[in-house]
């Protein structure tokens, strides 16, 4: 990023990091400010939302909307895509979950946000819906942000390396502290894992 001389999408950057930051302080004060439990709506997909859901995509909103760097959102919390205001319009397009996993969040689990971001479609004066249903080749940067023991950032931009960051909370920033994240050349660990809970739910090649 130092590299694109791109004011805007380092804005959009800090935007993002801004909302991570608020949505950690959530998370961690959920008991507390008794943020368990349903919201009592619905989302996009069908799934019934928390209440920390419903928040954490407020903060979302609002830190991407006053970036004065975007164009169009779409999160999963919302029916339709959130146009912003001609006045605060940027050039960039961000998809997003605020809160995935939020159904593990009562019982005291990891959870995360998803972003992707694309670029408004040049000659166009507001962006739509269209400029997110691209390829991932046109994606600009991608990336999420797991709530745990610690806060960790992981994206990478566009021809890039994927890097890591983590949330010192002693100084409030994200810190540089895995570099070209890859995975073992070897494969690594070779691990089954499945919810066999669902196997009467399983095709039959898969349960044979």
């Not at 994606?139 to 010192?168: H, K, N, P, Q």
């Not at 070897?186 to 009467?200: F, L, P, V």
Request: charged letters at 20%; hydrophobic letters at 35%; one cysteine or more.
């Amino acid at each position: 990023m130092k590299q694109s001389r791109d004011t805007d999408l380092v804005i959009l950057m800090n935007a993002l990091a801004t909302s991570f930051k608020i949505i950690t302080t959530a998370v961690n004060r959920a008991g507390v400010a008794k943020l368990y439990g349903l919201a009592g709506e619905v989302n996009s997909t069908g799934d019934d939302q928390k209440k920390l859901d419903v928040m954490s995509n407020d903060m979302m909103i609002n830190a991407l909307v006053n970036s004065g760097v975007c164009s169009v959102l779409v999160s999963e919390e919302n029916e339709d895509p959130i146009v912003v205001p001609e006045d605060k319009a940027g050039k960039y397009c961000v998809a997003f979950d605020p809160l995935d996993g939020s159904s593990n969040i009562d019982c005291n689990v990891s959870v995360g946000t998803i972003f992707s971001v694309y670029e408004r479609s040049p000659g166009t004066k507001q962006g739509s819906v269209d400029d997110l249903l691209k390829s991932g080749a046109h994606c600009i940067c991608a990336g999420y942000c797991v709530y745990s023991s610690a806060v960790e950032l992981v994206f990478t931009f566009r021809g890039g390396t994927v890097e890591g960051f983590c949330l010192d909370p002693t100084i409030g920033e994200f810190v540089h502290t895995r570099y070209n994240m890859r995975f073992p050349d070897d494969g690594g660990k070779r691990i089954y894992s499945a919810n066999e809970g669902n196997y009467n739910f399983w095709d039959k090649p898969i349960q044979d």
